[in-house]
C-alpha cells in the first residue's frame, strides 16, 4: 500500500475513526495492529523485522524503567 493509492486513502479515514471512537486505553492497539497491516500490505517478509522490533524496544523499555538514577548516572541491575 503506497500513501498515494486508493488502498490508502481508505485505510487511512478507517482507522482514524475507529482510533477516536475507541476507549484511550485500547487506541495503542489498534495503532500497532494497523501499522502492521500497512507494511505487510506492502511486503509480508517485513512482518518479521517489524516483530522483532516491536519485541527489542518493549524489553529495552522494560528495562530502562526498572533503571535508577542515582547522581545524574543510570544503575542498570541485570
Known amino acids: 500500500?503506497?500513501?498515494?493509492?486508493?488502498?490508502?486513502?481508505?485505510?487511512?479515514?478507517?482507522?482514524?475513526?475507529?482510533y477516536w471512537i475507541l476507549p484511550?486505553?485500547?487506541r495503542w492497539g489498534l495503532l500497532l495492529i494497523a501499522s502492521y497491516y500497512f507494511y505487510m500490505s506492502w511486503n509480508p517478509q517485513y512482518i518479521i523485522?517489524?516483530?522483532?522490533?516491536?519485541a527489542i524496544?518493549?524489553?529495552?523499555?522494560?528495562?530502562?524503567?526498572?533503571?535508577e538514577v542515582r547522581g545524574g548516572v543510570i544503575n542498570v541491575h541485570f
Open 1 to 18: 500500500m503506497l500513501f498515494n493509492s486508493f488502498a490508502y486513502i481508505l485505510f487511512l479515514p478507517v482507522v482514524f475513526i475507529i
Open 57 to 67: 524496544s518493549y524489553f529495552a523499555a522494560l528495562e530502562i524503567e526498572k533503571a
Open 49 to 54: 523485522l517489524i516483530f522483532g522490533t516491536t
Open 24 to 26: 484511550h486505553k485500547y
